[in-house]
């Protein structure tokens, strides 16, 4: 079992997260990711493999009407570490140190990521709707499975 050690990424880890992004096929430039580390809505969360950063996840907490909600985005394993149970672990890291008040856990998967649908299933996530077209890259498209985890029952009306 690999020793992997989860926590909030840190501003120190912007460089390792802008070097993962290209791994999942995406440039994040080191500023964004500098301002998301420091904003107040959002966190990044990262699985450190003696001392090196192999994966992440984005957290975006919801505001207003939606401020029970996190958006989950950019779960990324860096290839030489997929299929070893990474994700599942960050993940469920993740799902226990959102803020109480968060109800609703929602995420968005490549339709054609089996390993990262599989992960969100495992972890009780269900499909609840159908992105065509979410992605484009040039010319060319990619759809979205919309998936959601209910945390806490909603209060009755």
Known sequence: MLR???REAALNDADDLAELYPKWGFELTRERIMR???ST????YVAELDG???????????TGYHKHLAHLYSLIVHPDYRNKGIATKLLKYVL???PEDIEIALAQVQ????ASLSVFK????ERYG???NAWKNGTEYKHNVLLKKELKKRRKH
């Open 4 to 6: 992997v050690k989860i």
């Open 122 to 125: 495992k972890l009780g996530f």
């Open 52 to 62: 090196k950063v192999v994966a992440h996840v984005f957290v975006k907490r919801g």
């Open 36 to 38: 998301s580390l420091m």
């Open 130 to 132: 159908y992105l065509k």
């Open 41 to 44: 809505r959002e966190r990044r």
């Open 111 to 114: 339709h054609d990521n089996k």
């Open 96 to 98: 226990a140190h959102l």
